[in-house]
């Protein structure tokens, strides 16, 4: 946003004068504390959901008689209602507003609740997580997007960063309600609780304004302009209105998707897509998601142990290792921490590999020894440097360069083909990892991460980019040269 002028001329009286200067305006507006809301609670409701299902599945298979299939089915629907709402999220953005694209990832997410608290089935239970997933997806578009077009020039970057620790945030609160409320019915209460984030999301949304830029591609420049004078009331509206119509003028002539696909802009389509499923086949949501049993089969023999271990070594520290990408992603490099962290995943996960192959007793996922001793704290040791390792760069780093490396006229859908690959990709993850542990055995499962994980380390050293101090039109234009070299 523009700078406040210096002086305003006088549309009043001289003691209305007066009273304006003994009141100045505020530098953060009240409006744009409803904006960080909406970012904050859009994040924590998908952290939360992604979180909690861990200490959740338990209760589930006891309560259902869920076989390995049927538990991933529960698990990963929620990644597969994702990709959905994902995929409907921009239409919906653009038809109905960005303000309501959220609104109804809210109320999407206090019935998925419901229905997942209250299901007497299991394909109850399954319908609610497809539904609690299509308001993740949604949410997942149009927050990051509605803190971009609202978040002064100065704040954005803190803004889209504020999404990513409030997603970690949520993942750790989940943690922490699974284990306060264990226990065969627990499950219920945990699932039910994520109405909490919804209904807050639902609050923000509604005292949020509605992005200027959305109500000037309607049409309703009055109405933009109203928005403006919330979120940056010392800013003359006129010159930042011109300047959105002369931008959405532009981006009238779009891209095709034949354009998306086609020659020009096919290497940064295959970094975008590259990133976004090696984010996924490295083994996230799988010890995200599974974390409780993962402990309980590296000899967490308890409740309150897996819990405890879950919330602290993969909540904790993944809320914390993010702020080491936040501090250096400006100074080090997007790639020399997609390296690092890679490198710090595929070592972790080799070492978790052994303490299940050679240290722990005969056990897999779904029946856990009573005991692990030496193996359980390598293991935990494992993970936590693992979690740590992927919140410093996979986690953050690699959506800042997937929004990064795309061209304008290309940038928003290409954007959604990244986004739609990586939950088809978490989907897989998720549908397959205790079939993985059963039919490999769950030390080769994590190598077989670990081993993603140092393919990916080879493709990121040879074919991503460093963006670093470069405007996208120097990006864009660094790809046009390529392909005439």
Same mark, same amino acid.
């Given at each position: 946003?523009?700078?406040?002028?210096?002086?305003?001329?006088?549309?009043? @009286?001289?003691?209305?004068?007066?009273?304006?200067?003994?009141?100045?305006?505020?530098?953060?507006?009240?409006?744009?504390?409803?904006?960080?809301?909406?970012?904050?609670?859009?994040?924590?409701?998908?952290?939360?959901?992604?979180?909690?299902?861990?200490?959740?599945?338990?209760? &589930?298979?006891?309560?259902?008689?869920?076989?390995?299939?049927?538990?991933?089915?529960?698990?990963?629907?929620?990644?597969?209602?994702?990709?959905?709402?994902?995929?409907?999220?921009?239409?919906?953005?653009?038809?109905?507003?960005?303000?309501?694209?959220?609104?109804?990832?809210?109320?999407?997410?206090?019935?998925?609740?419901?229905?997942?608290?209250?299901?007497?089935?299991?394909?109850?239970?399954?319908?609610?997580?497809?539904?609690?997933?299509?308001?993740?997806?949604?949410?997942?578009?149009?927050?990051?997007?509605?803190?971009?077009?609202?978040?002064?020039?100065?704040?954005?970057?803190?803004?889209?960063?504020?999404?990513?620790?409030?997603?970690?945030?949520?993942?750790?609160?989940?943690?922490?309600?699974?284990?306060?409320?264990?226990?065969?019915?627990?499950?219920?209460?945990?699932?039910?609780?994520?109405?909490?984030?919804?209904?807050?999301?639902?609050?923000?949304?509604?005292?949020?304004?509605?992005?200027?830029?959305?109500?000037?591609?309607?049409?309703?420049?009055?109405?933009?302009?109203?928005?403006?004078?919330? &979120?940056?009331?010392?800013?003359?509206?006129?010159?930042?209105?011109?300047?959105?119509?002369?931008?959405?003028?532009?981006?009238?002539?779009?891209?095709?998707?034949?354009?998306?696909?086609?020659?020009?802009?096919?290497?940064?389509?295959?970094?975008?897509?590259?990133?976004?499923?090696?984010?996924?086949?490295?083994?996230?949501?799988?010890?995200?998601?599974?974390?409780?049993?993962?402990?309980?089969?590296?000899?967490?023999?308890?409740?309150?142990?897996?819990?405890?271990?879950?919330?602290?070594?993969?909540?904790?520290?993944?809320?914390?290792?993010?702020?080491?990408?936040?501090?250096?992603?400006?100074?080090?490099?997007?790639?020399?921490?997609?390296?690092?962290?890679?490198?710090?995943?595929?070592? $972790?996960?080799?070492?978790?590999?052994?303490?299940?192959?050679?240290?722990?007793?005969?056990?897999?996922?779904?029946?856990?020894?009573?005991?692990?001793?030496?193996?359980?704290?390598?293991?935990?040791?494992?993970?936590?440097?693992?979690?740590?390792?992927?919140?410093?760069?996979?986690?953050?780093?690699?959506? @800042?360069?997937?929004?990064?490396?795309?061209?304008?006229?290309?940038?928003?859908?290409?954007?959604?083909?990244?986004?739609?690959?990586?939950?088809?990709?978490?989907?897989?993850?998720?549908?397959?990892?205790?079939?993985?542990?059963?039919?490999?055995?769950? $030390?080769?499962?994590?190598?077989?991460?670990?081993?993603?994980?140092?393919?990916?380390?080879?493709?990121?050293?040879?074919?991503?980019?460093?963006?670093?101090?470069?405007?996208?039109?120097?990006?864009?234009?660094?790809?046009?040269?390529?392909?005439?070299?």
């Amino acid at each position: 946003m523009p700078a406040p002028p210096q002086s305003r001329p006088s549309t009043g @009286t001289a003691a209305a004068g007066t009273a304006s200067a003994a009141r100045p305006r505020p530098a953060f507006p009240p409006a744009l504390l409803t904006v960080l809301a909406v970012v904050l609670t859009g994040g924590l409701l998908f952290g939360y959901d992604q979180g909690v299902i861990s200490g959740a599945l338990a209760g &589930i298979q006891a309560r259902f008689g869920l076989d390995p299939l049927l538990t991933e089915v529960v698990t990963s629907w929620v990644t597969l209602g994702a990709l959905l709402g994902a995929l409907l999220a921009g239409d919906l953005a653009d038809r109905l507003g960005r303000r309501r694209a959220i609104l109804l990832a809210g109320a999407l997410f206090v019935a998925g609740a419901a229905l997942q608290a209250l299901a007497p089935l299991a394909l109850v239970l399954i319908a609610g997580r497809l539904v609690i997933g299509l308001g993740v997806g949604i949410a997942a578009v149009a927050a990051p997007l509605y803190a971009a077009e609202l978040a002064p020039a100065a704040l954005r970057g803190r803004f889209v960063s504020a999404y990513q620790l409030a997603i970690t945030a949520g993942i750790f609160a989940a943690y922490l309600v699974d284990g306060v409320l264990p226990g065969a019915n627990g499950w219920r209460a945990m699932l039910g609780a994520a109405a909490v984030p919804g209904a807050l999301l639902l609050a923000a949304a509604l005292a949020a304004p509605e992005s200027p830029r959305w109500l000037m591609k309607a049409g309703r420049r009055a109405d933009a302009q109203a928005a403006l004078g919330r &979120i940056a009331p010392d800013a003359p509206a006129a010159p930042q209105l011109d300047a959105i119509a002369a931008t959405l003028g532009e981006e009238s002539r779009r891209a095709t998707w034949a354009e998306v696909f086609g020659h020009q802009w096919r290497r940064p389509l295959a970094v975008g897509l590259g990133l976004a499923i090696f984010q996924q086949v490295t083994g996230i949501n799988a010890v995200i998601y599974y974390a409780d049993q993962i402990f309980a089969a590296a000899g967490f023999a308890t409740e309150a142990a897996q819990a405890a271990a879950t919330t602290w070594a993969i909540g904790g520290t993944n809320v914390l290792a993010t702020f080491i990408a936040i501090l250096f992603i400006d100074r080090l490099g997007r790639r020399a921490l997609l390296l690092a962290g890679l490198a710090g995943m595929g070592a $972790s996960l080799i070492v978790v590999g052994i303490a299940f192959r050679f240290a722990l007793p005969a056990s897999d996922l779904g029946a856990p020894p009573e005991a692990g001793g030496v193996a359980g704290i390598v293991t935990l040791a494992g993970l936590v440097c693992f979690i740590a390792s992927f919140a410093f760069s996979l986690g953050p780093v690699v959506w @800042t360069v997937i929004n990064e490396i795309f061209p304008g006229r290309v940038r928003g859908r290409a954007v959604a083909v990244a986004t739609a690959a990586n939950w088809a990709a978490a989907f897989v993850v998720s549908q397959t990892f205790l079939s993985l542990a059963d039919a490999l055995g769950d $030390s080769a499962t994590f190598w077989l991460f670990a081993m993603f994980c140092g393919v990916g380390w080879v493709w990121v050293y040879f074919s991503v980019p460093e963006t670093k101090g470069r405007s996208l039109e120097q990006i864009e234009a660094a790809w046009r040269e390529t392909q005439t070299a």
